[in-house]
């Protein structure tokens, strides 16, 4: 069972830029879609991006889109999601997370069976 650890969130200003980073431990992101998803307060779990395992084409959220960048090392190990012109609306805790969804399902959370702790990105105004 490959476990994730998110590293990276903090607290900046609008326009900023933060990069987060997940790791796998006990396995790898080999033969898993890779995505990020958030969740604000009172909201419920939203999809940012994913890269599926055979493809290098990630997909973004329409909100995402242009703004952040998604990324995978080649021995599957590591993922990184550099954010640029953040803003207020992108506070929250950022979560990767691994699973095997098909590819019309992989914008929702319950297709992803493994999680990271999450780690917090806050933008202030």
């Known amino acids: 069972q490959v476990q994730l650890v998110e590293s990276g969130g903090g607290s900046v200003q609008t326009g900023a830029s933060l990069r987060l980073s997940c790791e796998t431990s006990?396995?790898?992101?080999?033969?898993?879609?890779a995505a990020w998803f958030r969740q604000s307060p009172g909201k419920d779990r939203e999809f940012v991006a994913a890269?599926?395992?055979?493809?290098?084409?990630?997909f973004y959220a329409d909100s995402v889109k242009g703004r952040f960048t998604f990324s995978r090392t080649s021995d599957r190990k590591h993922i990184s999601l550099q954010m640029n012109s953040l803003t207020p609306e992108d506070t929250a805790v950022y979560y990767c997370?691994?699973?095997?969804?098909?590819?019309?399902?992989?914008?929702?959370?319950?297709?992803?069976?493994?999680w990271g702790q999450g780690t917090q990105v806050t933008v202030s105004s």
């Open positions: 997370a691994a699973g095997t969804p098909i590819t019309s399902s992989l914008r929702y959370h319950s297709s992803y069976r493994n």
């Open positions: 006990g396995g790898t992101f080999h033969g898993y879609t």
């Open positions: 890269m599926k395992p055979t493809n290098s084409n990630p």
